[in-house]
Structures are given as C-alpha cells and as structure tokens.
C-alpha cells in the first residue's frame, strides 16, 4: 500500500477536492504511484491531511471516472492498470546551449509597461484599475450559462474549429443591440470578435501600418497601443491631449493613421467634445486618413449618458472601431471586437484566422447567453451605482486631502488621473505605499520614453470596497509628506 506519507497537498488554488485530485494524479503520472498499489483509505487520508472524509471519497470518485484509481469494493482504491503511465525513457541531460539567441531573435517587444504585483487582491487598499469585485459580479448567472453552453445543442458551437466564423449569436447580439447603443448601425459582415481591445488594435495596426507610413497616438496614452504602433515599424508622432482629448488640429499632415479614445480618455477619461469629433472627421476626408477609435470603457458611463461613439459621426467609412467587455465582464475574459467596413473586417478576419482561428467557442457562446438573456445589462447597473458612489467617497476624501484630480470626470469611468504635488515622484511613491497595503498606478508608463513623467499616477475603484476608500486615501497623502 502506498504510504499516507507520500500525499502532500500543496499550496495550490482550487478547492480540497480538485486540490486532492491533483495530487493523485501527479503522483501516478510522476510513476511514484505504480498501476495496482493500493491507496490509503479516505479515512485515514482525511485524517491525514487534516479534510473531511466525504472531500477525499468525493476526489477518489472523479479519479475512478477518469480511469486514474479503481474501486474494488471492502478493499479500498487502487491505481488502475489503464492509468497513465510515465515515459520508460530519461529525457537527455541539459547541456549548455550553443545557440546565440541575441542573433537570432528579431528586436524584443516593448514592455507592456503597467506592471502589478501577482497578489494585489492581498493589499488591503488597491486602488489597481480595471480589476473585477467578485461582490458585482453575477456569478451564478455566468455560471449557469456556461453550463448552458456545454449542452448538447450547443455542442458544435463549442467543439468545432470554425476557422475564421464567429459565434452568430454572440455577432446578432452585438449588431442589434451593443452598437445601436453606441449610435453605430453595423451588420454581421461589419463585425470581428477579438481576444480582447489589445487584439483589435494589434489587427487594425498590421492590416494599416507598415514601414513608410505614419501613424499619431495621444499621449499620455495606453502603453500596450504604443508598443503596437512601433512593432509596426510605421513612424509615429505623439499629440499630448487636454482635458477634451486630442485636437484634431495638433495632427501632423501626412498622417495616415490616427488612434484615439474619444469616448473616455486613457488614462485622463477626457471626453472628446462633438466639435472636435467633426473637426476630427473633416480632417480625416481631407487628408485620406483613417481614424481608430478605442471605445473600450463606454459601458462604464457612471457620471451620466456616454456620448455616442465617433464610428456613429462617420458617414464615410473612415472609422475603425474596437470595443471591449473586458471592464464591463472582467478582464480575464478577453473578447473585445472590431467594426468597420466589410473590407477590413474581412482582411482583419484572415489575418486572426492564421494566428489564432477565432476566440474559444465556449467562451462566445456563454457570453452570448449572458448577453441576451439580460444578466449583463442587470450587471451594468449594478456596477454603476457601485462606481458612482465610490467615485463620489473618492472625490470627497480627495478634497480633504488637498490631492490634485487632473484628469476630466465628465461621464465617470472607473479611475481618476492625478497629478501628485511638486517634487512628490510617483514612481517612488508607489513603491513606498506597498508597505503600508497600498497599491497606486504610477503614471510614468503612460508616456513614451522621451517624455517620462513622473509627476502623475492613477486611481482605480474598480474593485476597493466603499468603507476602505478614505482611509487609502489619507495613507496615500501621508506618504508624499
């Protein structure tokens, strides 16, 4: 019998039962647990490991299904002979590699620039940007609709390569009632579901730059945009916004390209006025430029009715635009999509299907069960009394504090932009309120590394409970001084 000495149930996530599974499992794919030897009993496994005895009988259950452990009745479980067996062969020794990866690798990509530490759910006051509250989140429906997606009539939408096609329902849902939000009439041939608002800008930026051609990006602006541009090997010039976005007449002539986020701002949530979104697609008719709009945060309007998109302005055909649900489902996951004319999208579409065929069927479908059986709208709501009486905790202890917004709180979002006082470095600062469970986005990563700043940083409500906000807030001003 293999000795209870051997079970160690490591740090892991996931719950006693999937945590014991693992375990086992590791044990007799390792070979330490051989086909025929007999495990500890559940009794004296649980006594142990110091669980219950029904999560060890429960765990042994989901081997046996898996064909891992047997049961043979009063005599307990056993390693089955048709379990998984490890490599009868040793893997070669490592030796010192003699390829020079620095030839043959191309320039590195940039960093992403915003970093955060793997544990911040830990720190006590995070005020960490765009990270999901598990107490908004409607688990139980999501739940339900993924179970949903795994049933039979569902099962081709989940298990089949589509290669380069869309969830239709997931597509309907978006073109008759997403984008009509937003003021944007748009047909399924006008549609690409992405792996994110990054993915979409990733696209859109390898189908329209390339060496020769220009592009202009905000700054401050989203750091992960300007690491795509420059990939792209496409010269690029950085306009500086103002507490109403970008002026389209900042532009350069020539451009090519221009990325904006008219609708909130990043990282300042400035909201681009309709003169300038006209003056923006005169401009574009003007000089043969295509403009990409980055709508990624409208569904967080909390300070009151978002505007309607850019992409609602174009008569032309001159707009791409991307939206997201990372902020409005959570970040992790990663659908977002593209409109814009059927050429493009049906460029764009070939271009995803060589590098990754489409989003996981799975996910599509139950987002489009979420979507249209009314949860994510019930959702919205909720996370928008949520952030706007966070905002308003916010701004107030802010005031007493004599802390600096600098950014525009015309249509809410779910973060402010600050500007630190004189001498304050807000990379430094954020680094010291670690110590005290506090964690704050520098603004430094918001700036190319020509205009490295300093001077700002940003607050994020997203997922910091009500009664913690004040507090966070006076630490963060007792630490510049």
Known sequence: MIPTESFLLQPTEGTLQSRIQQMVAEGILSG???????????????????????????????????????????????????????????????????????DRLGPAAPSLGLTKPRDWQSYRFNFIYGQPDPDLFDAGNWRLCALRALGRKDFNSLSSDQFDQDDPLLIDFISRQTLPRRGILAGPDEILLTLGAQNALWLTAQLLLREGRSAVIETPCYPSLRSIVASTRASH??????????????????????????????????????????????????????????????????????????KSLDTRGRVIHVGSFSKSIFPGLRLGYLVGPPDFISAARA?????????????????????SLGHYDAQIRRMG?????????????????????????????????????????????????????????PGRAFFGPGDANDAFYRLGYSSIPTGRIAEGIARIRAAMG
């Not at 649980?46 to 005895?53: E, I, K, N, T, W």
């Not at 007449?249 to 909201?271: E, K, L, R, S």
Request: proline share 8%.
């Open 32 to 102: 330490r647990f051989r086909p025929g030897e007999r495990l500890p009993s559940s009794r004296r496994l649980a006594v142990h490991l110091g669980v219950s005895r029904i999560t060890v009988t429960l765990a042994y259950t989901e081997l046996v299904a898996d064909d891992y452990l047997v049961a043979r009745g009063r005599s307990g479980y056993f390693v089955s002979e048709n379990a998984p067996q490890p490599p009868d062969f040793k893997p070669a020794p490592k030796e010192v590699s003699s390829v020079n990866w620095g």
């Open 237 to 310: 010039h950085a306009v500086p916004v103002d507490r109403h976005g970008l002026d389209p007449g900042a532009i350069p002539q020539g451009t090519d390209v221009a990325f904006v986020t008219p609708g909130h701002h990043c990282p300042t949530t400035a909201t681009m006025p309709h003169d300038r979104r006209r003056r923006l697609l005169d401009l574009a008719e003007a000089q043969d430029m295509l403009v990409v709009e980055d709508d990624y945060d409208f569904e967080m309007s909390v300070a009151g009715g978002a505007a309607p998109a850019l």
């Open 351 to 371: 271009l995803r299907a060589t590098v990754l065929r489409h989003p996981p069927g799975h996910v599509q479908r139950t987002t489009a069960y979420f979507l």
């Open 385 to 441: 009394r949520a952030y706007a009486e966070r905002r308003r905790i916010m701004t107030e202890a802010l005031t007493r504090e004599g802390l600096w917004i600098e950014g525009s709180d015309a249509h809410g979002g779910s973060s402010l932009w600050m500007r630190a006082p004189d001498g304050v470095n807000t990379t430094d600062l954020a680094e010291r309120l670690k110590s005290d469970g506090v964690l704050i986005e």
